[in-house]
C-alpha cells in the first residue's frame, strides 16, 4: 500500500511566521503535489514536482514555496503566515504521469493562522 | 475558463439502492477523469480513472462512465450500504505546463446512505 505520511495533523500559528509542512511518501512515486481544500472551493493545486529539485507553480502559489531535496520528500513554506491561509493542507504523490494518473492523499494538515 | 459541476446538495438513498453521482464539465476536453471518495477530516482516496476513449468502467460496486458529447460523467454505487457514506469528487486531468498535467477537482457531492 502506498502510504503518503504529513508532519502534523493539526497546525496553529501566528500571523508572520513563517511555516514548515512535511509530506513524506514510501513508495518511490515521481510526481508529488500541495493542494489546499477549502469549503466551497474544493481541492486547488499550490505546487507541484514531478523530479527531484523541480518544481512547479500550481493555481494558487502566491505566498508559498516548496523544497524537494530527496524524491520522497516534498516541502511546503509558507513564508510569512496570513490568516488567509487558514485551510486544510493536503500532500499527494503519483507514479505516472506528471499529474495523469491516479493521485495517493496523505491524511491531511489543518492549519489555523491566528 | 474550465469549470466542473458537482452536485453541491447531499444526496440521500436507502440502503441496498443504486446511487448516481453526476460531474459536468465546461470548456475543455479531458482526456482522462478520475473519482475519488473523501471521509470528513481526511484525505481523499482514489477509486477509478476512466479514459477518454472509453465509455464506462467497473470495478466491483462502481461503476463510471464518461460521456465526452455530453461533458459528463456518471457515477454508480450498486447495492449502496450505509459505509458508502462520504463525499465522492470527480476530477478532470487537464494540460498544464510542458509535459505535465494537472487534476482540477469539483467541490464533491455528499452521499449519506440510510438503514
Known amino acids: 500500500d502506498v502510504k503518503v505520511t504529513q508532519s502534523s495533523r493539526y497546525l496553529v500559528k501566528r500571523t508572520g511566521e513563517k511555516v514548515f509542512l512535511e509530506c513524506v511518501q514510501d513508495?518511490?512515486?515521481?510526481?508529488m503535489f500541495w493542494y489546499r481544500q477549502d469549503p466551497g472551493l474544493g481541492l486547488r493545486l499550490i505546487y507541484f514536482s514531478y523530479d527531484v529539485k523541480m518544481k512547479e507553480k500550481g493555481d494558487i502559489p502566491e505566498g508559498y514555496s516548496v523544497s524537494r531535496e530527496k524524491k520522497e520528500r516534498f516541502s511546503l513554506i509558507l513564508e510569512s503566515a496570513s490568516t488567509n491561509q487558514t485551510s486544510m493542507y493536503l500532500c499527494a504523490s503519483s507514479l505516472w504521469g506528471r499529474g495523469r494518473g491516479e493521485q495517493y492523499f496523505g491524511p491531511g494538515t489543518r492549519l489555523t493562522v491566528t | 475558463s474550465q469549470k466542473i459541476e458537482q452536485n453541491s446538495e447531499a444526496l440521500n438513498i436507502q440502503e441496498g439502492k443504486t446511487a448516481t453521482l453526476t460531474c459536468n464539465y465546461t470548456?475543455?476536453?479531458?482526456?482522462?477523469l478520475q473519482w475519488y471518495r473523501q471521509d470528513p477530516g481526511r484525505g481523499p482516496v482514489f477509486l477509478l480513472l476512466?479514459?477518454?476513449?472509453?465509455k464506462e468502467k467497473r470495478k466491483e460496486r462502481l461503476k463510471v462512465t464518461f460521456d465526452t458529447t455530453l461533458k459528463q460523467s456518471l457515477f454508480h454505487i450498486t447495492a449502496s450500504q450505509p459505509a458508502d457514506s462520504a463525499t465522492y469528487l470527480c476530477a478532470l486531468v487537464l494540460p498544464y505546463t510542458g509535459t505535465a498535467s494537472k487534476l482540477t477537482f469539483g467541490t464533491g457531492t455528499r452521499l449519506q446512505v440510510t438503514l
Open positions: 470548456n475543455y476536453s479531458p482526456a482522462y
Open positions: 513508495m518511490d512515486h515521481e510526481n
Open positions: 476512466i479514459r477518454e476513449n472509453e
